[in-house]
């Protein structure tokens, strides 16, 4: 699939200062709008229903693993009761090759929020991460975002039927 330019829509912008703040290191950007981005997800995710799932991952068969991810599934529902939080698995399920369960999150800042969050409490566990475009097999192979260790997906089952 062609992608198009990330610099679409600024073709004719002004070129960018290249001098450094006073910390020498990083670029002087100048004041500008804030991106819509931190309000809505950019197209073409869906937030029709939500935006991202997180999908949190442990060996089943690793008794120390199963027991970390029972309780992080139990401290998420505590400390994000807004997102939708799915039952915990503890076999392997749809695409996924190991048991998991599943967060989705609705806007822009629950996202960055969550995510955040699961970078220092994932503890042995992998999260991988997609948004919900109107392309499931897309979503969990070119848009798919990884922490930890990547586990291959059984995407078959997620192709389109033309």
């Known amino acids: ?64 693993e199963a027991q970390y991810a029972k309780e992080l599934h139990e401290r998420v529902r505590r400390e994000f009761p807004e997102l939708r939080i799915y039952r915990f698995w503890d076999k392997p399920v749809g695409p996924h090759p190991v048991a998991m369960f599943e967060v989705n999150t609705f806007n822009p800042h629950q996202t960055g929020a969550f995510f955040s969050w699961l970078v220092v409490n994932r503890g042995p566990c992998s999260v991988l991460i997609h948004p919900n475009t109107d392309d499931a097999h897309r979503d969990h192979t070119e848009l798919v975002t990884w922490m930890g260790k990547p586990w291959p997906l059984y995407t078959d089952m997620l192709l389109q039927k033309h």
């Not at 309000?39 to 029709?48: G, L």
């Open 1 to 64: 699939m062609p992608w198009d330019s990330p610099l679409k829509g600024y073709e004719n912008a002004e070129p960018l200062p290249t001098h450094y703040n006073p910390d020498g290191k990083s670029l002087f950007n100048p004041p500008g709008e804030k991106s819509a981005s931190y309000e809505e997800f950019p197209k073409p995710i869906d937030s029709s229903n939500n935006g991202f799932d997180f999908h949190i991952y442990h060996m089943q068969s690793v008794p120390s």
